[in-house]
């Protein structure tokens, strides 16, 4: 007998929303690390823990309803199994959902995987009155099985103790591949095949010939890459037409259904539902939530909601921040005497506190904002979401699936893009992804809300950046459908949405979505905007003003100073001349010369070039736009006027400029990091290009279009 193994990995798969990732967090705790698969940009979790004497190392593979690589995630979990082979593979299953989740243990059991089951969301499928006879489940499927209620910690300890009975064991002997059978016709088949693999040299991976011949007859591409012997795939081929004559279908679906009808079999045997079937809560939930006419109405006043969150409760938080960030200012400007021209106190108070402290001044309402839908996200209401729209979205011709990939949008585009892997069709996957950044993310929030109060009376706020959410929405539709009728022209793959069952959402798990949310965006704000803040102050403060010109303001203020006016007239003058020279030392700077060169595009927009060069600096992060106002409006400031950089912006600019800044941060370019992510998941620098190119122009076009009726009818003047 071999030595038991002191370190083992285990491994979870399972189908998405089943509990992996709230069971992982049980079993790992704190210690978790998080990468990405080499190659693909799928989410790699690992943690550990130890469990009588054994480390065991633990990895979440991402998501998947069978192994049969149909998405990156499914490519991903095959993979690892089977290259990397874990001593334990853990199968989390929806147990209220129990036949469905089968499928994917079938797929295991006969990759021979060594197989742990856990029926997690027991409480659920108690509630739903269904009664398991573990001890038969357990030998129709040749593996252990633990009950769990993830999200309550319950059955941990047997899950562990489980995992590493199964692991060891399979370090001592090791599991032979369960065999389904396929039916007579198909078997016959499968014997032929695995047959001639054998004698064309060995199976290369962590697999049975036999296991080979499946995947090959189900025309696995990845698999059938690997495979050299002409002999073989020409085997393949005729016995998979042989198959689609008698049987009228492909073979993937005759065997699909054989996989299910194991289950099914195993189930009528060994699962009792005490229950008639009755409507369940969720039903009942659908019946308004995914109405035909209801549903989109409701949708919508949902989001509306989320904004009116984001607004009202943020507010005061806000304004704790704000004067936390202005006292933190006054105090380093004490450092210096009164009226100093010090460069480091610029830097320190105009460029660090004033770009990185306007924004993050908004992290309540990104707080609040991910607090909501984090909150619709785990309960399920997001499936509903995404299933009206698929509705919506099938009606004009586009892939339901899309809306998805635009949903993880609202956090950020970078997400958002490389969520379109689900997507299967090129065409569909290429117009997802070009117009995913008009969903706005989480970035551009504090534009919106820096803007909307500035601007905007409070009871316009919640509608205002309801508004603007729905431009980009609708604009994001209406363009994939341009897209996909001139350059990405094609069919389109039909799709059946699925609806996983409402659940309550749990504190943790939502305090966690917002957390991760929250320290993303302070990092941001302490590197890169930090980091650009500074760059962009020095283009805001140098060249300097040239001596003469110094010299002239002075003189002018020494001629108020010895000239016969009130005491309150000098005051007024001598602001009046600060400002001046503030303003011509801006003019004079490479922002200022940079946005003077841009005005003949700015002013159709109705912008000057103050916001050219914040728009600049928007496009290596959206935030930093704020932060760029912010050192604008505080480097030209003669005094310390303490008017906030909302009050500035008010008197500077009227609410047609401020919506029509809104509508050009939103549709312009997103920033550099999603077009490098469209880059690459397109390999293509001409779509990537492309979508520079085209979104700015749309920007630009709408924005000009906007201001310049809005001024002829009036607005704004
Ligand atoms: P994953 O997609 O498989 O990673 O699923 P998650 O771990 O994100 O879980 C999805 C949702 O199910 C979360 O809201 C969990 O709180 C909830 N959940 C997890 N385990 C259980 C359980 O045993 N019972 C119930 N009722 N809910 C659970
Ligand atoms: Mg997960």
New binding site residues.
């Given amino acids: 007998m071999k030595p038991m193994k002191k370190k083992l990995t285990a491994a979870l798969a ?12 049980e079993l790992t705790g704190s210690r978790q690390h998080v990468g990405n698969y080499p190659g693909v940009t799928v989410e790699r979790k690992e943690g550990s823990c130890r469990y009588g004497g054994v480390e065991l190392q633990i990895v ?1 593979l991402p ?1 998947s309803y069978s192994l049969t690589a149909y998405s990156a995630e499914e490519w991903v979990a095959r993979n690892f199994i089977v290259n990397e082979k874990p001593d334990v593979v853990v199968d ?1 299953l929806d147990a209220s959902n129990l036949e469905r989740n089968l499928y994917l243990a079938v797929q295991l059991m006969e990759l021979g995987a060594p197989l742990v089951l856990v029926f ?5 499928a108690r509630a739903r009155g269904f009664e398991f006879d573990l001890e038969k489940l357990s030998r129709f499927f040749g593996a252990q099985i633990v009950e ?5 910690g ?1 059955g941990i300890k047997e899950l562990l103790s489980a995992a590493v009975t199964t692991a060891q064991q399979n370090g001592s002997g090791g599991t032979r591949p369960f065999v389904l059978d396929y039916g007579r016709e198909i078997e016959a088949e499968l014997s032929k095949i695995t047959a001639l693999i054998q004698a064309h040299g060995r199976v290369k991976g962590n697999y049975s010939a036999r296991w080979l011949a499946v995947k090959l007859l189900e025309n696995d591409k990845e698999l059938k890459a690997s495979v050299a012997a002409p002999e073989v795939h020409e085997q393949a081929a005729r016995s998979a037409e042989r198959i689609e004559k008698i049987t009228g279908e492909t073979p993937e679906t005759v065997m699909a259904g054989r996989r299910y009808g194991y289950i099914s079999g195993a189930c009528q045997e060994a699962v009792r539902s005490t229950i008639e079937i009755r409507r369940t809560i969720s039903d009942r939930i659908d019946s308004v939530a995914t109405n035909r006419v209801l549903g989109l109405p409701v949708f919508l006043g949902l989001m509306y909601l989320v904004f009116q969150l984001t607004f009202t409760v943020g507010d005061p938080f806000m304004g704790w921040i704000e004067k936390a960030f202005g006292w933190l200012g006054g105090m380093v400007e004490g450092w210096w005497p009164e009226g100093s021209g010090s460069l480091l106190k610029s830097l320190l108070v105009d460029g660090v506190i004033g770009g990185v402290g306007g924004v993050v001044v908004f992290l309540p309402n990104i707080l609040l904002l991910f607090l909501a839908i984090a909150i619709l996200e ?2 399920g209401y997001m499936a509903r979401a995404a299933f009206i729209m698929d509705r919506l979205m099938h009606k004009i011709g586009l892939h339901g699936k899309s809306f998805i990939p635009m949903l993880i949008g609202f956090g950020c585009s970078v997400p958002a893009i490389m969520a379109t892997r689900t997507l299967e069709n090129r065409r569909d996957r290429l117009a997802t992804m070009l117009v995913a950044p008009l969903m706005s993310c989480g970035a551009r929030l504090p534009i919106y809300a820096l803007i909307i109060p500035a601007f905007f009376p409070e009871a316009w706020h919640a509608p205002m950046l309801w508004i603007i959410y729905l431009i980009g929405i609708l604009l994001a539709v209406v363009s994939a459908k341009m897209l996909r009728s001139t350059l990405l022209r094609g069919e389109s793959v039909p799709f059946v949405m699925e609806l996983p069952p409402y ?4 504190l943790k ?1 939502i305090l966690i979505h917002m957390g991760e949310r929250g320290g993303l965006y302070l990092r941001k704000a302490g590197t890169i905007i930090l980091g650009l803040s500074i760059v962009l102050w020095a283009m805001t403060a140098f060249p300097r003003l040239p001596e003469e010109e110094v010299a002239h303001f002075e003189a002018a203020r020494q001629a108020v100073a010895a000239g016969m006016a009130t005491e309150q007239e000098k005051v007024e003058s001598l602001a009046a001349i600060g400002n001046e020279e503030g303003e011509a030392a801006l003019k004079h700077s490479i922002a200022g010369r940079v946005g003077y060169a841009m005005e003949p595009i700015l002013k159709p927009m109705g912008f000057d070039w103050r916001i050219g060069t914040a728009l600049i600096g928007a496009f290596a992060a959206k935030e930093v736009f704020v932060a760029q106002m912010g050192i604008v409006y505080s480097v030209g400031e003669a005094d310390e006027e303490s008017e906030t950089l909302r009050d500035k912006l008010k008197s500077a600019y009227n609410p047609l400029i401020g919506f029509c800044i809104m509508l050009f941060c939103l549709v312009s370019a997103p920033c550099m990091a999603t077009i490098a992510v469209t880059k690459r998941e397109s390999n293509s620098w001409r779509w990537a290009l492309f979508q520079l190119a085209g979104l700015t122009a749309l920007a630009w076009a709408l924005t000009v279009l906007v201001y310049q009726i809005g001024r002829a009818g009036g607005i704004g003047s």
């Fill in positions: 399972g189908n998405p929303n089943s509990g992996k990732t709230t069971l992982f967090n979440d998501g989390i997690n969301m027991s409480d659920m769990t209620v993830g999200h309550k319950v785990d309960s659940r309550m959402p749990t798990g």
